[in-house]
C-alpha cells in the first residue's frame, strides 16, 4: 500500500539555519504531495503541494521539489524563524482517490 | 468567511458511553473525512464521505461510525467508548472536483476516555 517516511524528530535549530526535512514515499501511479504544517493548539494547514515530477511547491520561504526517481519530497527553507516552530506532517493523495496518506510528523523547535 | 468547525473542542467520557463529535463545514465540499492524530503515527483515516448518503471506512474505523445526511455535516459516533480512543480528532473536507484537492481542516477535538 501506499506510505510516507519522514526523518525523526524532533529537530532542534537556532534562527537562521537552514532547514532539510527528508520525506520519502511508496506509491502507486503518481500521487500528489503534500507538507502541512501544525502550529501548537491547531489544526493542519496546507503549506505547499506538488502535483507532478519536477514540480516545486513553494510558500511563506519553505519548498519542496517532488523527485520521482528518488520518491522524495523533502522540505527546505534557507532561514528559519522562530515562529516557523511547528509540527510538519509529508503527504500523499492517492492518485484517483481523494484520501490523504501522512507521514508521523516531525516537530521543529527554532530557538531564538 | 466559509470555515471549518468542530465541537466539543474537548471532551472527557467514560469507559462505554457513546460520543459524538461534530464537524461541520461552510464552503460546500462534497467530500468529508475524520482522522486520528496520535504521537507516533501521524494522522489515521477513519471515515470519509464523498457526498451525501456516501460514507466509507478508512484504516481505523473499528469502534467508529459517521452518517451524511446534508452537505454541511458529518458527525462521527463512538458507539462505545474505549481507552484505545483518548486521542486527537481532525475532521477535513475537500472541493472534490479534482485528484489535487486540497484538504482543509478543523481546529482539531481532544477526547479523552477514562
Known amino acids: 500500500g501506499n506510505s510516507v517516511t519522514q526523518m525523526e524528530g524532533p529537530v532542534t535549530l537556532s534562527e537562521e539555519a537552514f532547514l532539510t526535512i527528508n520525506c520519502t514515499y511508496t506509491?502507486?501511479?503518481?500521487?500528489?504531495l503534500f507538507w502541512y504544517v501544525q502550529y501548537p493548539g491547531e489544526g493542519l494547514q496546507l503549506l505547499l503541494k506538488a502535483t507532478k515530477a519536477d514540480d516545486k511547491g513553494s510558500n511563506k520561504g519553505f519548498e519542496a521539489t517532488y523527485r520521482k526517481e528518488t520518491t522524495s519530497f523533502h522540505l527546505e527553507k534557507g532561514s528559519v524563524q522562530v515562529s516557523d516552530s511547528a509540527v510538519y506532517f509529508c503527504a500523499l493523495l492517492e492518485q484517483g482517490a481523494q484520501k490523504l496518506v501522512f507521514g508521523q510528523g516531525t516537530r521543529l523547535t527554532i530557538n531564538p | 468567511d466559509a470555515e471549518i468547525t468542530q465541537s466539543p473542542r474537548h471532551k472527557i467520557t467514560e469507559t462505554g458511553r457513546q460520543v459524538t463529535l461534530a464537524c461541520h463545514q461552510t464552503?460546500?465540499?462534497?467530500?468529508m473525512f475524520w482522522y486520528r492524530q496520535d504521537l507516533g503515527h501521524g494522522l489515521r483515516l477513519i471515515h470519509y464521505s464523498y457526498g451525501v448518503q456516501d460514507t466509507n471506512k478508512g484504516e481505523v474505523s473499528d469502534g467508529y461510525s459517521v452518517s451524511r445526511s446534508n452537505t454541511e455535516d458529518l458527525p462521527l459516533t463512538l458507539e462505545s467508548a474505549a481507552s484505545s480512543q483518548t486521542s486527537v480528532y481532525f475532521c477535513a473536507s475537500s472541493e472534490g472536483a479534482g485528484v489535487t484537492d486540497t484538504q482543509y481542516f478543523g481546529p482539531g477535538t481532544r477526547l479523552t476516555v477514562l
Open positions: 464552503w460546500n465540499h462534497n467530500n
Open positions: 506509491a502507486t501511479g503518481y500521487p500528489s
